[in-house]
């Protein structure tokens, strides 16, 4: 199983990114997909996650009305969508996996990707 975070980069404050996390190896459907981020000298945090079915969302309370997750199973991707970002939203975005959850989000994520950096000038 192998997870691939991709579409970071620098942007300004007030901009919009889409991170995307493509998987293989995995019954992509039957798994859920979360996306974490690490910023410098900090824990690693939940930022989002969904199903494998897409038919549950959840968001971190910072996020909740910046952020929009979703995915296609057909080409096996998850999709992240920043909006108004912030200089403290600069972080390592991380996804990964539970391998095991159809309808409903997880605590259990056993599959991590690589990261992609996400850097927000003020």
């Known amino acids: 199983v192998q997870l691939q975070a991709s579409g970071g980069g620098l942007v300004q404050a007030g901009g919009s990114l889409r991170l995307s996390c493509a998987a293989s190896g995995l019954d992509f459907s039957d798994s859920a997909i979360g996306w974490f981020r690490q910023a410098p000298g900090k824990e690693r945090e939940g930022v989002s996650c969904?199903?494998?079915?897409?038919?549950?969302?959840d968001y971190t309370d910072s996020m909740k009305r910046r952020s929009t997750i979703s995915r296609d199973n057909a080409k096996n991707t998850v999709y992240l969508e920043l909006n108004n970002l912030k200089p403290e939203d600069t972080a390592v975005y991380y996804c990964?996996?539970?391998?095991?959850?159809?309808?409903?989000?997880?605590?259990?994520?056993?599959?991590w990707g690589q990261g992609t950096l996400v850097t927000v000038s003020s």
């Open positions: 990964a996996t539970d391998l095991r959850s159809t309808h409903s989000c997880s605590t259990d994520w056993v599959v």
């Open positions: 969904i199903s494998g079915t897409g038919d549950i969302t």
